[in-house]
């Protein structure tokens, strides 16, 4: 599931305790957890509104790393726009700085191979970053695609009590989900996707050979934050040829669960950029980061 194949743009900073200015408004930070050295690319708008902001997790996919999602996703343009901190953390690989992935149950490559620790990882980059930005630790929001997708699903069953909302592209819930609490999810996907599949089981592309995955279907993931969240109203907001929106709402909490399909689509992030060049045509109906940011704005843990 490798999309995001290029060298990465991320140095690591001679100090390893604190974020490093690489220009204006970017930033890599590096510090040590469970005797490895992890990174991370930090965007910070220019100008900023008064007071603390929100702050958006972006997770690349298998294969990528933090520029890679930067880049897709756009999100820093959003961000700029918007007035919210964007951070693109780095996982785990054999090559350090790219061909990196996530451990987020049964995908992918390195991080699942070594059982890395990851959602400690993000725990801790979650509390690490307010302690040196003015950020709201009620509207932390994470987001990803692709593996980057599958780990987000991980972090909002085991990170519930620190997180405010999920929104997954490409994504597929391959782990046990115990939530602490309710949590607002909003999922993106394809029916054409190969990697990922819409319908669940095996992918019919896969580049983490070494794994033999089954995905759960999306379906059955939505049902599952439905009951969880106890949403007891859904109704179909748009049907057309390219694009289905379903909407259930009355959760508890307000936590709402939205489900944007798009028909004939594949592997990808709408409306981005090709995550290597032979990935799949991000040309959309939809720009995804838009649409998660207009679903985050409204949600914030109690």
Not at 175 to 197: I, K, W, Y
Not at 230 to 247: K, M, P, Y
Request: with cysteine; charged share 20%; net charge neutral.
């Amino acid at each position: 599931m490798i999309h995001g194949y290029e060298p990465a743009c991320i140095f690591l900073a001679i100090a390893l305790s604190l974020p490093v200015a690489t220009q204006a408004a970017d930033h890599t930070g590096v510090f040590d957890h469970e005797d490895r050295q992890r990174t991370y690319l930090l965007h910070i708008p220019d100008s900023l509104p008064p007071g603390k902001r929100p702050l958006v997790l972006v997770m690349h996919g298998g294969g990528g790393n933090a520029a890679t999602a930067s880049r897709m996703s756009g999100m820093n343009a959003v961000a700029d726009r918007e007035g919210f901190l964007v951070v693109y953390p780095n996982g785990s690989g054999r090559f350090k700085r790219t061909l990196l992935t996530w451990n987020a149950g049964n995908c992918c490559g390195y991080a699942l191979d070594r059982q890395i620790a990851d959602v400690d990882f993000i725990r801790a980059l979650i509390e690490r970053l307010p302690l040196y930005y003015a950020i709201d630790t009620k509207r932390v929001y994470v987001s990803g695609m692709s593996n980057g997708g599958m780990m987000s699903y991980r972090l909002g069953c085991e990170l519930s009590d620190r997180i405010a909302a999920v929104a997954v592209i490409a994504g597929a819930m391959n782990v046990a989900c115990t939530p602490g609490t309710v949590l607002p999810v909003l999922a993106v996907h394809g029916t054409a996707d190969e990697h990922v599949r819409y319908s669940g089981g095996k992918p019919i592309r896969n580049a983490d050979c070494r794994h033999d995955r089954t995905d759960r279907a999306l379906t059955d993931t939505m049902d599952f934050w439905v009951r969880h969240n106890g949403c007891t109203r859904h109704f179909r907001q748009v049907e057309d040829a390219s694009l289905s929106i379903d909407e259930w709402t009355d959760c508890n909490g307000g936590a709402e669960v939205v489900l944007y399909t798009l028909k004939g689509f594949g592997h990808a992030w709408p409306g981005g950029q090709r995550g290597w060049r032979r990935g799949d045509d991000p040309d959309s109906v939809i720009q995804a980061s838009e649409v998660i940011w207009a679903f985050f704005k409204h949600h914030s843990r109690p």
